[in-house]
């Protein structure tokens, strides 16, 4: 039977396989024997064409079906792998032997072949197949052995949950329903038990009220009950309830009705007792029913009725301290109305620091503001009675019509152009002096004076007295840190007082200040007075002590210090921002007007007749002028910093670091605001007086020093030569020049230059820097040096073709000689200079042409005697830059060599000593370049020790020039050619020198 069924199997495979090799395509070949195409590319395999039997289960032919189909372009896939391309794959690409047309035995043996490997690949692919199938079904049965465990564990699991589960959960769920059923019993025996209690508490209440007000009349007990009773919640006291329980014989009424009822007696009972023990001025009865009105539930009304009894107490003091005022008291103190308000303010805040703690405690926090409130109405009433008579007595409105009427006709006639016929009256003349009191007649100054005084001191207790409020009324719950933040409340911002302040204080403050200001800068310039004593003799000495400036300085920086004083102590933003622009505005039109019309039209050092030096009188008013704005710049300096950088002390004496206008101005922003305004006018009244200081400097030069430096330069090189043409000539004296032997009448020959220069230059400067300021001094000096540099820069150009090698010595002996007199440098600042200075500013302005016309000055550099007689070493420096001219190495053996022939302690041997530190690299470098200078300038090669001096005067002078720019700032760099003439005559040696050295 097996046997039987292995051969059907058998048959049936081989029958499948049949038709799916039937299946695959036709084998296309080209047309023989002269058969048609059509019928070449149709033919198929013969019938009797056979491949060996395989055994494949029928089932699993579908898979080679599905492996015959999943080839694609010659490449096949079996189990999802690539296998590579086989005969039948390619038979595409090439067409494969044929052998119904064969036409040799070759080609029928080809064709055999290519068959049997088709054989031979199929037959691997199905032995594949047979042996995963295996795998497969082992697994399919292990997972329906798996699938019928698991059905029958469900089913278990079903069983026991629907057999012994099943009681237990009806069990728990009738519990937790009986629980449930249980709490709230409990809970609505709990609310009736509290509501029983809160309606049996609510009878003792009303028993105990209507008790205590009928009988023995205790109304501390029967406000105490109406206070237990405003507990209890009003469903409670409003229900039915409470409605049939609560009402007796003896009070047939509703809780609630009875309640009310007592509540009302008792409010209108305990008002007349409170307005009788006001009557009677019993502190103890208004205290004790004061605290009895919130029990009641009636807190606005005790705090209302509070509020109007304190509010007698400060309209009674008020006109008392009003009335103290008559029989022309007012007149005589006239501080009666600042201190009028400084009491009503002070009253209010000793009732709010004495009644605050009552009220919060009674009533309740923050329900001290309503009686604030209640009291700044009062403050607004009594404030505004208080200024409206001051106004009254002290004619502000008319005082206010005379300012603005008043024409500043001093003023006004001193910026008019200056008639013909005469010019602007001077200051000290009488026509001024009687028009003085004419002018005065309007307006008089110690009144305003007075009023400003006065209303400076309203706006600083107004100041306080807002500050204090807003810190009581301040919401409990910020942080303490918060005062130097405070916010005004908006009562007291919208206040009626808080308006008539700034309509009849702040207004008027600001009108009459600037009045004020002007007025008194009209009266220093009226009354100004120049300084005594001053002369431009230098042989005479001054009478008068620096700063030699007008009386008008003085006192107009005292009124400009009263009025910033008298502004920041008000407190009061608005009086700042207003009075302190106008200051500036003041400053900048009047005073610096002034300074600058006298100026141009009194004292302009203008010279009589061309050629000629401007009057001695006139020069020196001039250089007051000059000193007046520089001290008043400096004036007006030190009272802004000494106002925005002032420190306060602490409460209780314990300092702290707050700042001055933070105290003054603690509200939001108000200080940083301040600062700012009083930190702009010194910025705007320094550069309008920068501006002019500037102008009168430029004056001062072109008028009165510019045309004398000329002649002084002149003077200073008359009959003085640059070519020596033999030893026996003065010029050649600097050779045989020995520092200690100065009685040599050729050393004084030859230093004629320096001691001619310094002479004229000491009666050109010395008298103006007597009367000059400091400051102002060296702006002028600054201006002179420049002019002063290119002066000699072009002397130097000037001497082009008549300098030989020792004249060139000697040329720079000079100027180094002049520079150093000129920058007068004291020996702490060469031993600054020493430890580095700002040395590495200086800049090398020289262009390479103006390089190249430096070195074509010497005379000499054209003779060819020089180039036959120099060394090859030599000739070699002319092609290196000045760096390179002599190693470290070299500078100290020759200056080991000549140290010891100089004396001890001398500049020479100091400045030696500094070369030799390694550091010191800039200095180095110069002293190759001088040292090369004079091997080159001297071909004869005398002793080193006779050419010292000619070294420490260009090294002295080298650090003069480096100076300038320690000393002065970097202006000399930028605006004069200063370095441009010392490194003309510096670079005689012939060297290239590199900018990035400096």
């Known amino acids: 039977m097996n046997e039987d069924e292995d051969n059907e199997s058998e048959n049936d495979s081989q029958k499948e396989l049949k038709r799916q090799f039937d299946r695959l395509p036709y084998i296309s070949v080209r047309p023989m024997n002269g058969l048609p195409h059509n019928e070449a590319a149709r033919t198929t395999v013969p019938d009797d064409f056979r491949l060996q039997p395989v055994n494949i289960p029928p089932r699993d032919v579908r898979h080679v079906h599905e492996e015959e189909m999943s080839k694609v372009n010659g490449v096949s896939t079996i189990n999802g792998h690539v296998e590579p391309s086989s005969p039948i794959a390619t038979a595409g690409t090439s067409s494969p032997p044929d052998v119904f047309n064969a036409s040799s035995v070759a080609e029928i043996k080809a064709a055999l072949s290519h068959l049997q490997d088709q054989e031979a690949a199929v037959t691997a692919r199905l032995d594949a197949l047979v042996a995963s199938q295996k795998d497969f079904s082992r697994e399919l049965g292990r997972l329906d052995l798996l699938r019928a465990h698991l059905s029958s564990q469900a089913s278990t699991t079903r069983t026991i949950s629907h057999g012994m589960l099943s009681g237990a959960a009806a069990t728990a769920d009738r519990i937790s329903s009986a629980v449930r059923r249980l709490d709230l019993e409990q809970s609505r025996v709990k609310a009736t038990l509290e509501v029983v209690e809160q309606v049996a508490e609510l009878k003792a209440c009303v028993l105990g009220v209507t008790g205590s007000m009928e009988g023995p009349q205790d109304w501390e007990t029967a406000a105490s009950y109406l206070n237990r009773a405003s507990k209890i919640p009003p469903e409670v006291v409003n229900g039915a309830f409470a409605a049939q329980i609560v009402p007796t014989a003896e009070v047939p009424d509703p809780p609630n009705v009875t309640l009310n009822n007592a509540a009302e007696s008792l409010c209108g009972l305990f008002l007349r007792e409170f307005d009788k023990a006001v009557k009677e001025n019993n502190s103890a009865k208004i205290t004790r029913f004061f605290k009895l009105f919130p029990l009641i539930g009636r807190s606005e009304v005790g705090l209302d009725v509070y509020g109007r009894y304190v509010c007698q107490g400060v309209a009674s003091r008020a006109r008392s301290n009003l009335n103290a005022g008559t029989g022309g008291a007012q007149g005589k103190d006239g501080y009666f109305y600042a201190n009028a308000l400084t009491k009503l303010f002070e009253h209010i805040a000793q009732?709010?620091?004495?009644?605050?703690?009552?009220?919060?405690?009674?009533?309740?926090?923050?329900?001290?503001?309503?009686?604030?409130?209640?009291?700044?109405?009062?403050?607004?009433?009594?404030?505004?009675?208080?200024?409206?008579?001051?106004?009254?007595?002290?004619?502000?409105?008319?005082?206010?019509?005379?300012?603005?009427?008043?024409?500043?006709?001093?003023?006004?006639?001193?910026?008019?152009?200056?008639?013909?016929?005469?010019?602007?009256?001077?200051?000290?003349?009488?026509?001024?002096?009687?028009?003085?009191?004419?002018?005065?007649?309007?307006?008089?100054?110690?009144?305003?004076?007075?009023?400003?005084?006065?209303?400076?001191?309203?706006?600083?207790?107004?100041?306080?007295?807002?500050?204090?409020?807003?810190?009581?009324?301040?919401?409990?719950?910020?942080?303490?840190?918060?005062?130097?933040?405070?916010?005004?409340?908006?009562?007291?911002?919208?206040?009626?007082?808080?308006?008539?302040?700034?309509?009849?204080?702040?207004?008027?403050?600001?009108?009459?200040?600037?009045?004020?200001?002007?007025?008194?800068?009209?009266?220093?310039?009226?009354?100004?007075?120049?300084?005594?004593?001053?002369?431009?003799?230098?042989?005479?000495?001054?009478?008068?002590?620096?700063?030699?400036?007008?009386?008008?300085?003085?006192?107009?920086?005292?009124?400009?210090?009263?009025?910033?004083?008298?502004?920041?102590?008000?407190?009061?933003?608005?009086?700042?921002?207003?009075?302190?622009?106008?200051?500036?505005?003041?400053?900048?039109?009047?005073?610096?007007?002034?300074?600058?019309?006298?100026?141009?039209?009194?004292?302009?050092?203008?010279p009589p007749v061309q050629g000629a030096q401007p009057p001695e009188q006139t020069v020196i008013a001039f250089l007051v002028l000059i000193n007046n704005l520089d001290v008043a710049v400096d004036y007006i300096r030190r009272i802004v910093q000494g106002h925005v950088e002032k420190k306060s002390a602490g409460v209780d004496d314990a300092s702290e670091d707050d700042s001055g206008l933070q105290a003054l101005f603690p509200v939001s922003d108000d200080a940083a605001v301040v600062a700012q305004t009083l930190k702009s006018l010194s910025t705007s009244f320094e550069s309008k007086a920068n501006d002019l200081l500037s102008d009168g400097i430029q004056v001062v030069f072109n008028n009165v020093v510019k045309n004398r430096l000329r002649p002084i330069l002149a003077d200073a090189f008359r009959d003085i030569e640059y070519q020596p043409r033999d030893h026996n000539d003065p010029t050649s004296t600097y050779q045989s020049y020995d520092p200690d032997e100065d009685e040599d009448e050729d050393a004084r020959r030859a230093e004629l230059v320096r001691p001619r220069f310094a002479t004229a230059w000491g009666e050109l400067l010395l008298p103006i820097s007597r009367i000059l300021t400091a400051a102002t001094f060296d702006r002028l000096l600054t201006v002179t040096v420049a002019y002063l540099a290119r002066l000699l820069e072009k002397r130097l150009w000037s001497y082009h073709g008549r300098v030989n090698a020792l004249g060139a010595i000697r040329l720079e002996r000079d100027i180094s000689g002049i520079i150093a007199m000129v920058m007068a440098m004291e020996e702490d600042e060469w031993e600054e200079l020493a430890r580095g200075g700002e040395s590495a500013a200086v800049v090398d302005k020289l262009s390479p042409e103006e390089r190249a016309r430096a070195r074509a000055m010497d005379m000499g550099r054209k003779e060819k005697k020089r180039e036959r007689t120099l060394p090859n070493d030599l000739k070699l420096l002319y092609l290196l830059p000045f760096s390179f001219i002599l190693t470290y190495a070299a500078q100290q053996q020759w200056l080991a060599e000549t140290t010891s022939s100089l004396p001890e302690g001398s500049f020479a041997l100091r400045t030696k000593q500094r070369l030799l530190q390694p550091d010191d690299f800039l200095m180095r470098l110069h002293f190759g370049k001088l040292l090369c200078t004079e091997v080159l300038s001297n071909e004869s090669r005398p002793p080193l020790e006779r050419r010292i001096p000619g070294f420490s005067t260009l090294i002295h002078c080298y650090c003069l020039v480096l100076r300038v720019r320690v000393i002065n700032g970097s202006f000399l760099w930028k605006e004069t050619s200063l370095a441009s003439f010392f490194f003309v005559w510096a670079s005689f040696a012939y060297f290239q020198k590199k900018a990035s050295y400096y």
């Open 351 to 606: 009732i709010i620091d004495g009644h605050g703690e009552l009220v919060e405690r009674h009533y309740g926090s923050g329900k001290m503001t309503r009686v604030i409130e209640r009291l700044q109405v009062e403050a607004d009433v009594q404030g505004g009675i208080i200024i409206d008579t001051w106004s009254d007595e002290r004619h502000v409105d008319r005082k206010l019509k005379d300012i603005k009427s008043y024409a500043f006709t001093f003023l006004v006639q001193s910026f008019l152009p200056a008639q013909r016929g005469g010019g602007t009256p001077r200051a000290t003349s009488p026509a001024s002096k009687d028009a003085a009191p004419a002018e005065d007649e309007g307006v008089d100054m110690k009144e305003v004076d007075g009023i400003l005084n006065e209303m400076a001191v309203m706006l600083g207790r107004w100041s306080l007295y807002c500050r204090f409020l807003a810190d009581k009324c301040r919401p409990p719950e910020e942080d303490e840190d918060a005062e130097i933040h405070l916010i005004l409340p908006d009562f007291l911002v919208e206040s009626a007082l808080a308006k008539k302040i700034n309509d009849r204080l702040i207004t008027p403050f600001n009108a009459m200040t600037t009045f004020f200001l002007r007025r008194s800068v009209e009266k220093a310039f009226q009354l100004d007075e120049q300084p005594s004593g001053l002369t431009l003799n230098p042989h005479k000495p001054l009478n008068a002590e620096p700063p030699h400036i007008t009386s008008a300085v003085d006192d107009i920086m005292y009124i400009v210090n009263k009025v910033l004083q008298q502004s920041i102590a008000t407190s009061q933003r608005a009086v700042v921002t207003s009075v302190v622009p106008t200051l500036a505005r003041v400053l900048g039109s009047d005073f610096i007007g002034m300074i600058q019309r006298k100026m141009r039209d009194e004292y302009y050092p203008k």
